[in-house]
């Protein structure tokens, strides 16, 4: 009985996790084909699923950003970039590079020029 109930359990595992992989295959692909309301609709469901996960939160900024709304896409990087370094991953890093660098262009988008060089000084420091 506990040998079926392991394996009931690793199937459930398995099945949760093709669909985390499909649903973000999908935000992924909305966000490539610039279906931003698509692409924040999925990055959310990430992101309440997993709040903490740098990168689900950078592809909620990123649809966030491209539909124009700055603040908010500045607000969603701002809780990545911390989440990404402390991974402590190369790859992370040369993404907070890439966010901090959007943040200071969203930035320049709302004439506020002195964050935006402030961005773009500490995305060098990532790079």
Known sequence: MLVVCILLAGMIASRAAESEVELLNRA??????KDWPAAKKLFRQHTSAAPTNWLYLQGLADATGA?????????????AIPLALATKDEKARWAAGAMLTQEGLFYLRQNKFAQGVSAFTKATQHA
């Open 28 to 33: 992924n692909t909305a966000l490539n084909a």
């Open 67 to 79: 539909q124009g709304k700055y603040p908010d896409a500045i607000a969603g990087y701002d809780k």
